[in-house]
């Protein structure tokens, strides 16, 4: 979801479902038997639903060129595949972000949009 309230400011609410292949869940969440130890099990990772997530954020463009944006973000681990995996200490992540971007150049060619797709 998406809101403008005006051409300098936007204002987004992102709410979705990660999906990870199986190949990418075995990379980050598996124990392999010899890596196994008392307090990290052995664990074989499957391909599916990886977490869902919530995510807001807003941008304010201060001129062509310079823009400055902030955003949260939560996933929640719990609900997936990998949620059994011992390598997940917390379910539950929390991200913020802050920044500031600056366009240096642009073409002086313009795309144009079709309407008609």
């Known amino acids: 979801w998406k809101l ?14 990660t999906f990870a292949s199986q190949q990418f869940n075995d990379t980050y969440y598996s124990v392999l038997p010899q890596y196994a130890t008392p307090t990290r ?10 977490s869902l997530f919530l ?3 807003m941008s304010y463009r201060y001129s062509d060129d ?4 902030a955003g949260i973000s939560y996933r929640n681990m ?9 390598l997940i200490k917390n379910p539950h992540y929390l ?5 500031l971007s600056y366009i240096f150049w642009t073409s002086d ?5 079709d309407e008609s797709l």
Do not use: C
Request: hydrophobic share 40%; proline share 4%; no cysteine.
């Open 109 to 113: 060619e313009m795309a144009t949009t």
């Open 4 to 17: 403008t309230p005006d051409d300098k400011r936007t204002i987004r609410f992102d709410l979705g479902a």
């Open 55 to 57: 995510t807001t954020s």
């Open 66 to 69: 310079l823009s400055i944006f």
């Open 95 to 99: 991200s913020a972000v802050f920044g």
């Open 78 to 86: 719990n609900v997936g595949v990998i949620a059994q995996s011992p």
């Open 41 to 50: 099990a052995a664990y074989q990772a499957s391909g599916g639903l990886n």
